[in-house]
């Protein structure tokens, strides 16, 4: 692509971007503020930590929506009509972050102290007589309840927003598919490294790409990409053809953003990323890098195995990096990263019935998602 052309589409998805950032994000503001209290004052602070936890996100998920709207629509309509969609979406990657951060048992997200951590730091500081046991329990089961809190908050949400719209029903059913999807992948990243040690080698290394493929499909191409721009679309009209075509493309940019984030979760700036770097290594997070050493680099999975699946520090994280560079695994993932992406763009210029604005915003995210250092 020319390279004046790619400036122009970046400063485009930039553009549209900034704009619904900054309506979004006063909007959510308010929202927060009634999602951080409660009558009851034993509820107020986890509540408070949820609505904490809800600000400060880039807010992709939301632009996404209002991006889908604006495709779906064939005349020119007002983009904040989907701000209640996105804002739902937004509170319900909240709540599903709270319990990814308690499966990693993280400390950070967002740059801030994850909820059940800083409940955990509360109860030590106010010494009420809780072993370290007792006090972890209880502030995982908060966290817990705080999550599940976010993800029915964004349904009330939804049927507030739209009561008497033709697509409510709609909307409810599909925003539900992508929570299941979510779950799913989810459940599959946590089991499946227990599953691997039960099976023959061959099978385990057979199951493990599989399953890696479907969990980049289920728990972030559907929820990062492909939901966010059903959902606008859904909501602004879109016949069944246009979306599934839209789909197409959106899957295949969501696994290029997941193989980029597994990247990022081992070789991004702490800083930037925002959440613990190292911490994939610590949880041995079943990655395209991973699954690259095991599968096609075994004499190199010996020195990986004595880092990866433990407590990780600095001179661990750069022994694995060191492994994932030396066996030719990151060059691996950056090279089916550039695939996924260049099908996304290949995809994107298919869609002839696609106005000119929307894809060149289109074009540009694609452009943001491969250069995202964070």
């Not at 400036?7 to 998805?13: C, V």
């Amino acid at each position: 692509m020319d390279k004046t052309m790619e400036k122009e589409d970046f400063r485009a998805y930039q553009s549209f971007y900034k704009t619904a950032f900054r309506r979004l994000s006063k909007k959510q503001k308010t929202m927060n503020r009634k999602l951080g209290t409660d009558e009851n004052p034993l509820i107020v602070t986890a509540r408070e930590g949820l609505a904490d936890l809800n600000a400060g996100g880039k807010m992709l998920r939301g632009m996404l929506v209002t991006l889908g709207f604006r495709i779906a629509m064939r005349e020119p309509a007002d983009d904040s009509y989907a701000d209640t969609l996105a804002l739902a979406f937004e509170t319900f990657q909240t709540g599903i972050l709270i319990h990814d951060d308690i499966i990693d048992n993280a400390e950070l997200r967002r740059g801030k102290e994850t909820i059940h951590h800083r409940h955990e730091r509360r109860v030590s500081e106010e010494n009420i007589g809780l072993t370290a046991g007792e006090a972890g329990h209880l502030s995982k089961s908060v966290a817990l309840c705080a999550g599940d809190y976010a993800l029915y908050e964004a349904i009330r949400i939804i049927s507030a927003g739209y009561p008497d719209a033709e697509s409510l029903g709609s909307l409810i059913r599909y925003f539900s598919e992508v929570v299941l999807d979510t779950i799913r992948g989810e459940l599959l990243d946590v089991m499946l490294p227990s599953e691997l040690k039960l099976l023959p080698e061959a099978e385990a290394g057979t199951l493990l790409e599989k399953t890696v493929e479907d969990i980049y499909r289920l728990k972030t191409a559907k929820y990062s990409v492909i939901g966010p721009l059903h959902l606008g679309m859904l909501l602004g009209g879109a016949s069944p053809q246009k979306m599934r075509a839209l789909d197409s493309m959106a899957e295949d940019l969501g696994i290029a953003y997941q193989i980029k984030d597994d990247i990022l979760g081992i070789f991004a700036d702490e800083k930037e990323l925002g959440k613990d770097v190292g911490s994939d290594i610590s949880e041995g997070k079943q990655t395209i890098l991973y699954m690259y050493v095991r599968n096609r680099k075994p004499k190199y999975l010996p020195n990986l195995l004595a880092y990866y699946g433990k407590p990780a520090g600095r001179p661990e994280i750069d022994a694995v990096r060191e492994i994932f560079r030396e066996s030719g695994a990151l060059d691996f993932a950056k090279e089916e990263m550039e695939k996924c992406f260049l099908r996304a763009e290949e995809k994107l210029a298919s869609l002839r019935w696609m106005d000119k604005d929307s894809r060149r915003i289109l074009r540009g995210f694609i452009g943001y998602c491969r250069g995202r250092k964070y």
